[in-house]
T-cell receptor, first 114, second 115 residues
Framework: KAGVTQTPRYLIKTRGQQVTLSCSPI?????VSWYQQTPGQGLQFLFE???????NKGNFPGRFSGRQFSNSRSEMNVSTLELGDSALYLC?????????????FGPGTRLTVT | AQTVTQSQPEMSVQEAETVTLSCTYD???????LFWYKQPPSRQMILVIR??????QNATENRFSVNFQKAAKSFSLKISDSQLGDTAMYFC????????????FGTGTSLTVIP
């Protein structure tokens, strides 16, 4: 079974631009969560989508948004990029939403904002 | 607020020796799950071990075991017979029951296994 895939793996953008990252969960998984990983802050939860609905949202500004499609693939969008948005963005998928279900992480998308 | 503290940014251990990584957390919730994740260099994060807060017995998974002290809100990871492949960043995390998939992560401990 294929693992969680994220595209693109690397991305360089300029301040003020917007970016869209994609996450394809493991086949059959319905929950997708997104995290931002930076050296100083560690991993911080962005949001979770389950069956096309946002279930949870972390403490990030409205410039960060996401969605989930009927095939469970998810995208996250960051508008008006800032230098501080440079990070590794990880997504994780699980069969259902809830702590009983193991989450599987993707390799991440490395975003650099210049 | 939910917080996780890993006070050891970097650690090293000789191959075949035992090492313990510390983690403390803070939450007012009573039902939650605790995790240790491993992130090898340039590789995907994988689950090492998981502990249900309502279970008093410490979880074990082959060479990995935890020391869970609920009253002290402490959740340390012990790696026995350390192997070179254990070199990685280790993250402690918890998730509150029935609130969806939202992890609260620590800032990580970088472990190097020395041959």
């Amino acid at each position: 079974k294929a693992g969680v895939t994220q595209t693109p793996r690397y991305l360089i953008k300029t301040r003020g631009q917007q970016v869209t990252l994609s996450c394809s969960p493991i086949s059959g998984h319905r929950s997708v969560s997104w995290y931002q990983q930076t050296p100083g802050q560690g991993l911080q939860f962005l949001f979770e989508y389950f069956s096309e609905t946002q279930r949870n949202k972390g403490n990030f500004p409205g410039r960060f948004s996401g969605r989930q499609f009927s095939n469970s693939r998810s995208e996250m969008n960051v508008s008006t990029l800032e230098l501080g948005d440079s990070a590794l963005y990880l997504c994780a998928s699980s069969l259902y939403s809830g702590s009983l279900y193991e989450q599987y992480f993707g390799p991440g998308t490395r975003l650099t904002v210049t | 607020a939910q917080t996780v503290t890993q006070s050891q940014p970097e650690m090293s251990v000789q191959e075949a020796e035992t090492v313990t990584l510390s983690c403390t957390y803070d939450t007012s919730e009573n039902n939650y799950y605790l995790f240790w994740y491993k992130q090898p260099p340039s590789r995907q994060m994988i689950l090492v071990i998981r502990q249900e807060a309502y279970k008093q017995q410490n979880a074990t998974e082959n060479r990995f075991s935890v020391n869970f002290q609920k009253a002290a809100k402490s959740f340390s990871l012990k790696i026995s017979d350390s192997q070179l492949g254990d070199t990685a960043m280790y993250f402690c995390a918890f998730m509150i029951q029935d609130t969806g998939n939202q992890f609260y992560f620590g800032t990580g401990t970088s472990l190097t296994v020395i041959p």
